[in-house]
């Protein structure tokens, strides 16, 4: 079979998906080529796959009088390839894929992967309404990353929807002996005590990742721990002692929108001073100076041991507005992490019983969790057990591939002779 893969600009778990998709279906002897951004090839390496051919075409951001310039490229590199099959990968992609491959004759057979939900209001919304409807219409088949974006897709005329998963990444081991190393690593950079609870976020810092939920969790702890709302119950109850909310520090790895990082900075920093405000009377009481009770925030920027971070972290946090089939939980997932996400998109059916699920934009059930998970390590321990146990169970990279080739053939007509 000859496909195209055409994807859009991407740093994160799309670009991740389809150079998976691309190096497994292309070892099985099939014909590979991508088209997308020059940028998107730097960051995932498309070029240096085997058997997989890359053109470089900037698919851009939005709708524009420029779209029809930017259909006549893409069809003549399609065209080029002799694609049989032409399978986009988000809107974008998917928009300018099936305007192009439409007029292509012979036509190839058009399939659309979502990844995303479309969140525009208003003006931006309509449109993207109908940029949904037209591609679930134009196309031979919809794949949804979750079962929601499947049930959307069928709702709005989708002649052939279903549920394909974005593969659980391979994720290395990690030694105890390297987590360890990795913490002291952190905390010495950082500043924060080796024995703290590591609470870790990892993600882009932009809007749909919601840090300022995040934040606005962590300032609820800070009051807990000025006003006393949280009590150790170890004395009364023959527990061990449980760590005190105090002691944890929190990281957040991930490139920024800066805008983004700067306001969640802000109302980080705002969140600060008015704890600090509100204990400033006990304080002068005692001499001292008033000190903030607001948890640590530190955002480490774009990693590359996510692997490393995971093993030393303690908790894992998800705050997103909206998921799909995040990689980044599958990977803490696989680690054995105790989890707490947001029950939005496809993370409640990705986590099920293998970590706490709250309500999208919950600042205080999230401060709720995550104090309950600080105080009480065999909680931690349990869901950590819960979570390797549901990530060994997760479709890997070459089983999602070897299912995706399963239908491209039975899209295609059977060759004769």
Request: with cysteine; hydrophobic share 45%.
């Amino acid at each position: 079979m000859k496909i195209v893969f055409v994807i859009g600009t991407s740093t994160g778990g799309v670009g991740t998906h389809v150079r998976a998709l691309a190096r497994d279906v292309a070892a099985a002897g099939h014909e590979i080529g991508v088209i997308g951004p020059a940028s998107t090839d730097e960051h995932f390496g498309f070029s240096d796959l085997p058997g997989v051919r890359f053109a470089a075409l900037d698919m851009g951001t939005g709708i524009g009088p420029g779209d029809a310039a930017l259909v006549t490229k893409l069809r003549r590199t399609i065209r080029s390839f002799g694609a049989e099959i032409v399978h986009a990968h988000g809107f974008r992609a998917g928009l300018v894929g099936l305007l192009a491959s439409r007029t292509l004759r012979p036509r190839p057979c058009f399939i659309i992967s979502l990844h995303n939900q479309a969140s525009g209001q208003g003006l931006r919304g309509r449109v993207e309404t109908g940029i949904e409807t037209l591609l679930a219409k134009g196309a031979d088949l919809t794949l949804g990353a979750s079962t929601d974006l499947v049930v959307r897709a069928h709702d709005l005329g989708a002649r052939d929807a279903r549920f394909l998963p974005a593969a659980a990444p391979e994720v290395r081991t990690v030694t105890a002996e390297a987590a360890q190393a990795t913490r002291a690593q952190l905390a010495e950079e950082y500043g924060f005590d080796r024995s703290a609870v590591i609470v870790l976020a990892v993600g882009r810092v932009a809007p749909q990742k919601n840090y300022p939920m995040l934040v606005r969790a962590l300032a609820h702890l800070g009051e807990d721990v000025s006003t006393g709302a949280k009590t150790d119950t170890s004395a009364t109850t023959g527990a061990p002692a449980a760590t005190p909310v105090s002691d944890l520090v929190v990281l957040v790895a991930g490139a920024a929108d800066e805008n983004v990082l700067a306001d969640v900075r802000a109302q980080y920093e705002s969140a600060q001073h008015e704890n600090a405000a509100q204990h400033e009377n006990a304080a002068r009481h005692e001499n001292q100076g008033a000190a903030s009770a607001v948890p640590e925030l530190h955002f480490l920027g774009p990693r590359d041991d996510v692997a490393e971070l995971n093993a030393a972290a303690d908790i894992y946090v998800l705050t997103s507005v909206w998921e799909a089939r995040a990689l980044v939980l599958q990977e803490a997932l696989i680690a054995g992490r105790a989890i707490i996400a947001t029950s939005t998109g496809g993370t409640t059916e990705l986590v099920g019983d293998a970590g706490i699920l709250i309500e999208s934009d919950d600042d205080r059930g999230l401060a709720d969790a995550i104090s309950e998970l600080v105080s009480d390590p065999a909680r931690r321990v349990e869901l950590g057990e819960r979570a390797r146990a549901r990530g060994a169970q997760l479709p890997g990279e070459r089983e999602v591939a070897e299912e995706l080739m399963g239908i491209y053939t039975e899209l295609l007509p059977p060759q004769v002779g």
